[in-house]
């Protein structure tokens, strides 16, 4: 591996070729190879099942006669390596299912058959057909693709797997909207029986798939594919809705296949001696979801069930947190830091500028002619080194970039590539391994501000792609290296919300040795907690609850407020200052370096369905509160049925709830559990009873529970007859309406945020969505942080979710707020305002609109004895954010913002204008 240099030479040699794994089989690979560009280390790798040499010893041998590196050694042998540690996190992830063994759908006989991992490297620049949507039976271009949901989840029969893979549904969508944007006028249909797409915006991406994108879903599960012909169309036989049979052919059909276990994970299950579910994934609890059943043993991501990526990062943070909170009285003995080579001093040098272009697969490559943008770059001024990159994110062509650096005695960067929003910290990191000052690179956005929105329009695109590479080689020729400062860190927590998910990141951050302050409001602990009875999985809520209230009140680092809230906040990362308010009136100050917000949600009120006007129809939380004091009415009852979807996923609320159509489903098993001979119906738009949760849904089912689809605009209409109450739906199985006599109609009324989200998002500075939720700083990169430093979400205040998701969140934001208290200071961007003495007159228009009170006035002596002193303004440079404000405002340019000065600025203009 040392020796490797990743020439290709062996794999030019190498005669034995086999399937990609990595090209889903779309793809050929040699025995000896690279697994993808993006690999690090990238270092070819043999394998030994297809090695000529390998299996015949003797034979072939050619990658050996011509590396020249001599990197290959057939004489090496397995070593076994013994690690001491203190905790293990297993995250060996899942593996696709196989739809071979089931031949029902035709993969592996009809070509044209794929699965959806298949479509996603035929529709990659970097796939086999370059992005070119095309069949692989004859290379003709697609016009008409099929989507069949479920294809080894939600299935006893055919797979054995029963539980809903929950992200299928929402990957079938996202590459049906792709495929329509690669093939204008493709024609795109999703078969499904629910669409469970229950993550933070994934039904407005739903509903923009249909409406703008005209992505077809049938609710149908098709249960075969026939070929039509013999030159590769496929046939489709299906009942419809209306309950017609419907006889429908495609170019291409995608097998949205499910998750499930690889048998080496099993063995590794069996080795660890942790305890798995029937469904084959670890076990773990609803409150402690990362806890294996084995002591100091922790798992994350798709091992511990079915989850997207959002879940599976919050979810290896959560692990990081609770390894931390055993291994807390270790920390630092064995951490190093990060080293970097001294830095050159290049103010004298003239610019001797690089830029390097990323192809980034069909994202930015698919839309602009990055070759025409890679001559163009080296026309412009100061610019010397001009390269291509694949991806210019991936670790070998960072390394490969410091390389160039120093080759080419480059002295400042040009990215044009992605946003640098996510990526600029990346590739600073680059330019100080280059021993360059970190702010000479500039980044032109030649994704998110041009292929994506321009994705129609390649010419233009092209040429605005040139436009922003020749602005930021303009604005980086006066690019001036600067210095981050650094803040000492306040090493305590606020954590503002006491439910499960406050509560619990608050014992995380207290068990790892910080103080912390827990503001709830009200006078009790427990939040929406109090309201419900049992998980998911059957463990009883107010034992659990009790028992964490316990912990935090007896935690001596931890301070409660109760009945309480922040009523003013002033600082930065770091060094925050809360105010926070009794009902007394009394107020205090809490000094603290990092903030989680955990305020929870609301239930909603519904103003629909009789509610409030009709005795017997409640909320799916009050029933439950009634079904447990046995009330008359109830117990009494014969006939009950569950309405969701109740202010969820609807003009203004276009999100789902999560936790209802599992809340309802319960409800109902637990009445037929009670008298068999009840009837229970639930009347549903999609049942979402995702990942393992699915195996409720079977049982509700076989217990006789009925289940009715209904649409948004037919939804059932409820009125009062006398001391019943009538429920009229369209049942899409008899195809006619449908009158149910109700004794209870159970509401499965919204989750929604609290009304003071928005105030308390306004003290701290960090934002909101939409639908009123606290907005992370990014869904899958950052799906705890803010965009504002030291401050992090988790909770219903983020999204809704069930209490093992919010337990994850919380441990999660604990783990990432811990991993600035563990530090005697944080250093902080030098992007901020600067003071030029020379022109500031001190008018202090830039101290009025300072949105983070960083600047203030302030006296300077005077140049002569007796003179008067002169009034200018000061920045606190850890306060200030730099925004640009003040720059904009002042008449005088007496106030910069450092890398944003006026002659890069204005540079920046006059090359956007440039013909």
């Known amino acids: 591996m040392d020796k490797c240099i990743a020439c290709g030479a062996c794999a030019e040699k190498c005669p034995k070729k086999v399937d990609s794994e990595y090209d889903a089989g779309t793809g050929k690979r040699k025995a000896i190879y690279v697994k993808y560009a993006q690999a690090v280390p990238l270092k070819y790798q043999i394998d030994p099942v297809s090695c000529i040499r390998l299996q015949k010893p003797g034979a072939c041998g050619f990658c050996e006669k011509v590396c020249d590196a001599g ?9 076994v390596h013994q690690v001491n540690v203190g905790a293990v996190i297993l995250a060996p992830g899942f593996e696709a299912y196989d739809p071979r063994p089931a031949q029902v759908w035709g993969y592996g006989i009809m070509p044209n058959v794929i699965t959806a991992l298949q479509l996603e490297r035929y529709l990659s620049a970097s796939g086999p057909t370059e992005g070119h949507l095309v069949r692989p039976s004859d290379g003709k271009p697609v016009t008409k693709v099929a989507f069949l949901q479920c294809i080894g989840s939600r299935d006893e029969n055919l797979c054995g797997n029963g539980y809903c893979s929950s992200v299928c549904c929402m990957y079938a969508i996202k ?115 990362v806890q294996t059943s084995q002591a100091g043993i922790f798992t994350c991501g798709a091992f511990a069930g079915p989850k997207d990526i959002p879940q599976s990062v919050v979810e290896g943070s959560a692990a990081a947190a609770a390894v931390a909170d055993l291994l807390s009285p270790a920390r630092h003995e064995l951490t190093t830091e990060a080293t970097f080579p001294q830095e050159k001093d290049v103010s004298a040098e003239d610019p ?27 026309t412009l001024p100061n610019v010397v080194y001009v390269e291509r990159n694949l991806f210019s994110c991936s670790q070998d062509t960072q390394e490969q970039i410091t390389k160039r650096i120093q080759e080419q005695n480059l002295n400042r960067i040009v990215i044009a590539a992605c946003t640098p929003r996510t990526h600029e910290p990346l590739f600073r990191e680059t330019l100080k391994s280059a021993g360059l000052n970190e702010y000479l690179v500039e980044m032109a956005n030649i994704r998110n501000h041009n292929s994506w929105v321009h994705s129609k329009d390649p010419s233009h695109a092209t040429a605005k792609a040139k436009d922003l590479v020749r602005m930021a080689v303009a604005k980086v020729t006066y690019g001036a290296s600067l210095q981050p400062i650094a803040v000492p860190i306040t090493q305590s927590a606020l954590v503002v919300g006491g439910g499960v998910a406050g509560m619990t990141a608050a014992l995380n951050l207290a068990e790892q040795g910080f103080d912390v302050n827990l503001i709830e409001r009200t006078e009790t602990l427990g939040g929406n907690a109090l309201y419900l009875k049992h998980t998911w999985s059957g463990e009883h809520i107010p034992t659990r609850v009790a028992k964490l209230v316990e912990k935090v009140l007896w935690n001596d680092r931890i301070t409660v407020h109760k009945g309480s809230e922040v009523t003013a906040v002033d600082g930065f990362v770091g060094n925050f200052k809360s105010t926070i308010t009794s009902r007394s009136g009394i107020s205090t100050v809490i000094a603290h370096g990092v903030g989680i917000i955990a305020t929870g949600g609301s239930i909603y009120s519904p103003n629909e369905y009789g509610y409030n006007e009709i005795k017997r129809v409640v909320t799916s939380i009050e029933f439950d509160k009634l079904h447990e004091l046995k009330e008359k009415h109830i117990k009494s009852s014969r006939n009950f049925v569950f309405i969701q979807c109740v202010g969820s996923r ?22 037929k559990k009670e008298d068999p001979s009840r009837n229970v119906y639930i009347l549903y738009r999609d049942m979402r009873t995702y990942a393992q949760r699915e195996a409720l849904y079977r049982q509700a089912r076989k217990m006789g529970v009925i289940f009715i689809n209904y649409e948004l605009h037919g939804k059932p209409l409820v009125t009062e007859d006398g001391s019943h109450v009538n429920v009229e739906v369209w049942d899409h199985v008899l195809h006619r309406p449908l009158k149910i006599k109700a004794d209870m109609v159970i509401l499965a009324s919204a989750i929604r945020p609290k009304t003071d989200a928005v105030d308390l998002a306004k003290l701290y500075k960090i934002p909101v969505d939409n ?74 228009l830039c101290v009025d609109v300072c949105p ?50 006026m002659k890069q600025i204005s540079s920046q203009v006059r090359a956007a204008l440039a013909v």
């Open 771 to 844: 639908d009123g939720f606290f907005q992370e700083a990014h869904a899958k990169l950052r799906p705890v942080d803010f965009s504002t430093d030291g401050m992090f979400v988790a909770g219903l205040a983020h999204y809704p979710k069930p209490i093992e998701e919010s337990v994850a969140q919380a441990l999660a934001a604990s783990a990432r707020a811990a991993t600035l208290l563990s530090k005697s200071q944080v250093s902080l961007d030098a992007v901020k305002a600067t003071v030029d003495p020379d022109y500031c007159d001190g008018c202090a």
């Open 650 to 671: 609807e003009s203004g609320h276009m999100y789902c709830s999560k936790v209802c159509c599992t809340h309802s489903v319960q409800a109902a098993i637990g009445l």
């Open 71 to 79: 990197a290959i050694n057939f004489d090496d042998v397995e070593k």
């Open 852 to 901: 983070y009170n960083a600047i203030t006035l302030m006296t300077i002596e005077a140049d002569t004895e007796g003179g008067e002193g002169k009034r200018i303004i000061s920045v606190n440079k850890a306060q200030c954010k730099g925004c640009g404000l003040c720059q904009g405002t002042c008449p005088k340019r007496g106030v910069y913002i450092a890398g944003f000065t």
């Open 352 to 378: 001797r500028i690089g830029v390097f272009v990323c192809h980034c697969g069909s994202n930015i490559a698919g839309v602009v002619d990055v070759k025409a943008v890679e001559d163009y770059a080296a």
């Open 175 to 289: 590459e049906a909207v792709i495929a329509k944007d690669h093939v204008p006028g493709l024609a795109t249909t999703i078969f499904y029986m629910d669409m469970r797409t229950h993550g933070k915006d994934f039904d407005k991406y739903l509903e923009r798939a249909k409406d703008e994108s005209a992505v077809r879903f049938v609710r149908c599960r098709v249960n075969g594919i026939e070929p039509q012909g013999t030159n590769g169309d496929l046939r489709i036989h299906y009942i419809n809705e209306k309950g017609r049979q419907v006889e429908e052919y495609y170019d291409m059909v995608v097998l949205s296949v499910g998750l499930q276990t690889p048998k080496h994970v099993l063995q590794l299950a069996e080795t660890t001696g942790i305890q798995l579910t029937a469904d084959k994934f670890a076990a773990t609890s609803d409150f402690a979801p």
